[in-house]
């Protein structure tokens, strides 16, 4: 209901020319130029090309944020020596690490691998250390009852009792991701959705923008579903507790 309200009041800007087309195309145009562009194969390229930097920097963070967060919210020792550097880091803007990347490693994937990183490793190794730590104290105090080692209560409880909240935090985080990689195209690519955009916006070709911003939205909303049906499938005994 409210995309139609969106699209309807859209319609009705354009239509009525309240707004000129070069600052908002109807959309027919955003469409017809979407047209185009899936007929002569930029489209399809560009967003396989986002999709596999997306995917590789993403789960480049997420297999190193996962296991580290584990143990800083098992380990004091561990969580001492690493959250300090961690919340510093985290709060640095990661679009001021765009032209020093570019010095470091060019404007390949692996630049935007580097920024997707530094955007959604530190975040996501905080909220996984938070995710954990909320594990009710009684269940571990049950463990513990029943003369369970250490390391089975880990691996029987906790990791089971903090697994779906560890992937609502994979599946936030995504959508950061996404924004990083658009950062990192718009600066530095030649090719890519953000690169396109980039591309479109010398020309004032407004049509390509709106619609390849549109196509980002698209698929981030995919993946988020995809990812909300992964977690209701692999974690069942959660959606039975509540």
């Not at 020792?77 to 990347?101: G, H, K, L, N, S």
């Not at 880990?154 to 924004?179: E, F, K």
């Not at 579903?225 to 209701?232: E, N, P, S, V």
């Amino acid at each position: 209901t409210t995309f139609a309200v969106l699209l309807a009041i859209w319609t009705l800007v354009t239509v009525s020319g309240l707004v000129p087309p070069i600052f908002l195309p109807s959309p027919g145009a955003v469409l017809t130029a979407l047209g185009e562009q899936l007929q002569n194969g930029e489209l399809a390229a560009d967003a396989a090309a986002s999709v596999y930097r997306i995917t590789v920097g993403f789960l480049a963070a997420t297999v190193m944020a996962v296991p580290l967060g584990i143990l800083m919210a098992t380990f004091n020792r561990v969580e001492a020596a690493v959250e300090p550097f961690a919340d510093f880091v985290r709060y640095m803007p990661v679009v001021a690490f765009v032209p020093m990347t570019i010095l470091w490693v060019g404007i390949g994937d692996l630049q935007k691998f580097v920024i997707i990183w530094l955007g959604t490793f530190f975040q996501q190794l905080l909220m996984v250390t938070a995710d954990v730590g909320r594990v009710p104290r009684s269940l571990i105090d049950l463990g513990e009852t029943l003369g369970m080692s250490n390391a089975k209560i880990l691996r029987r409880i906790v990791l089971p009792a903090a697994a779906p909240r560890i992937w609502d935090t994979l599946r936030i985080t995504l959508g950061w991701a996404w924004t990083w990689l658009v950062v990192a195209e718009l600066v530095a690519a030649t090719s890519g959705l953000g690169y396109r955009i980039t591309l479109a916006q010398r020309f004032l070709a407004t049509d390509i923008i709106i619609g390849y911003v549109l196509v980002l939205g698209v698929l981030g909303l995919v993946t988020d579903q995809l990812m909300r049906w992964a977690g209701r499938r692999a974690f069942a005994y959660e959606q039975v507790k509540r």
